[in-house]
């Protein structure tokens, strides 16, 4: 089973993204949105997962402009319980996301909500990127609401979100330093991908390695410094992992394989907003385990599948390889190796 899922609730997208262009799908055809999963399902769903995950991301396109949000993370809650849940947002709705993220919290007191909220630069440039007239405003809006409510609940975090693309890689420590004046909890980078589930192949929104490298490196001390040095302890851990993290982006995009053996399809995995099980969200349906309406919502039918284990198979031969920071991450986790090396940096990070 494994430890970290992304549950994609919905394609639907209120933003017109250079790094994403999700919004079409239903642009073209606005009746899709009538085949996402329903609350019921959901529920299924996550009854037969259990309480095995120990990371839920709820994802989207937008995930709060699923009405039914709140029913999906009270019955992600009653039946998984995990450790950490993980939901981003382009934060065009302020209001709306502190209501929501409100209702969250007092259905739940145990585990780590985290809401990541999406800037790629700065006022206007922001709103360019993000396709979203005021977004930056909005964003910094949501940003001090959801600060409020935090206050009010010690397991909510709020950090930001900066995904690094051809649009933005010149302006990285501009963004960082902006960021960091804001004193989140976290700051997390992830490079612009080409992704089928994203209608971004050939778009060529990802910088090359040498400009990726030098927008990285600017950053990297300051991050161990901000974020690793002086932070409580979740935060510490998360961000070394994130700074081994940052490496393996780089290096996989320069060397164009698999730096560390991959493991999704083993300890994470993706849902789509329409029941399919995949390996993960960069081979998307090419790497389906099936859909889960095929099986009565069983989970661990498409698990345990002989698909399954063609893909998993096709992943272990390194047939694929990509900088996706989700599975990087489990993978880092599962790799002894680089476990360690993660250890070792958190350790020092506490040594004077």
Known sequence: ??????????????????????????????????????????????????????????????????????????????????????????????????KRVREFMEINNESTLIINLSMDGIGDNHDVIRGVNGNFKKLLDTYERLKAVKADFENLRVGVHTVVSIF???????????????????????????????????????????????????????????????????????????????EIMKNTLNEKRQIIPCYAGYASCQISPYGELWACCILGNSGSFGNLRDVDYDFNKLWHSKKAYEIRAAIKRKECYCPLANASYTSMLCNFSMAGKVLATLIKSYLP
């Open 168 to 246: 933005n890689a010149g302006h990285i420590p501009a963004i960082y330093d902006f960021v960091r004046g804001l004193e989140p909890d976290s700051h997390i980078f992830e490079v612009a991908e080409e992704r089928a589930e994203l209608l971004t192949l050939d778009t060529g929104i990802t910088p090359d390695h040498k400009t990726l490298s030098k927008a990285m490196d600017d950053i990297t001390k300051d991050i161990k410094y901000n974020y690793l040095e002086s932070g409580e302890f979740l935060s510490r851990i998360t961000q070394s992992f994130r700074l081994e993290y940052y």
């Open 1 to 98: 089973m494994p430890i970290n899922f992304t549950v994609s609730v919905t394609n639907r997208c209120n933003a017109r993204c250079k790094t994403c262009n999700i919004w079409r799908i239903y642009e073209k055809e606005p009746s899709l949105s009538k085949s996402e999963l329903g609350i019921e399902e959901f529920e299924r769903i996550f009854e037969h997962i259990g309480r095995n995950a120990y990371w839920f991301t709820i994802s989207g396109g937008e995930p709060f402009l699923r009405k039914d949000i709140v029913d999906i993370y009270d019955v992600l809650i009653h039946h998984c319980s995990p450790n950490i849940i993980n939901i981003p947002t382009n934060a065009t709705a302020p209001k709306h996301i502190e």
